[in-house]
């Protein structure tokens, strides 16, 4: 008799529920037993890896913009992360994204964080596309001039440098139509 590989792996793979078997029989009898003990136990273990892991670290940015170009492999959207101190841990990170959304990975783009996030929060936010920024609009009317549109721009946005404005767009005067821009 001949043995294949679909008949190793069959093998395999009921020694590992075997295992698994094993391993929970004990589990279930030893939290029976010391109940209280136990549950204290994996109390900690739990505390002591969310405080290690899943909080935002003490230094984090706050009010820091992160981009995520397009393109980006997950392994350097987390590294990026990490470095810009972020999340704290990039191993559970990346187990969280991928268990949000599978293959499809992070959503390109600037992300602001306005407050400390754990890695939770912080993955579910680049899964989603949820880029911490609020949409507004500014509405230019019929007939304005390049300047009376930077004047509107400098009042609304912030950092909006007038004078830079008008000498890009003044050889387009005409051509800018009145509209509701939508800006983050």
């Known amino acids: 008799m001949k043995i294949t590989k679909i008949d190793l792996f069959d093998l395999e793979l009921n020694n590992v529920r075997r295992k ?3 391993f929970l029989m004990r589990f279930f009898w030893y939290a029976k037993k010391y109940n209280k003990h136990f549950l204290i136990g994996l109390i900690l273990i739990f505390t002591t890896a969310y405080l290690l892991f899943a909080v935002a670290p003490s ?3 706050v009010g820091r913009t992160v981009n995520i170009a397009e393109g980006t492999t997950l392994n350097e959207v987390a590294n990026n992360l990490k470095k810009e101190k972020i999340i704290k841990s990039t191993v559970l990170f990346k187990a969280l994204v991928f268990i949000q959304s599978g293959q499809d990975g992070v959503i390109a783009g600037d992300y602001f964080f306005s407050r400390p ?3 939770f ?3 579910r936010a680049v899964v989603t596309g949820d880029y911490g920024l ?3 609009s500014i509405t230019i ?3 304005a001039t390049v300047v009376e549109m930077a004047l509107i721009y400098e009042r609304v946005l912030g950092g ?3 004078e830079e404005f008008v000498e890009l767009a003044l050889p387009f ?3 800018l139509f009145p509209d509701t821009y939508f800006f983050l």
Do not use: T
Request: without cysteine.
């Open 20 to 22: 698994l078997k094993f």
């Open 59 to 61: 230094d984090f940015p």
């Open 117 to 119: 996030e754990s890695v």
């Open 121 to 123: 929060k912080a993955s």
């Open 134 to 136: 609020n949409p507004f």
């Open 141 to 143: 009317p019929e007939g």
């Open 160 to 162: 909006f440098v007038a």
């Open 173 to 175: 005067e005409g051509y």
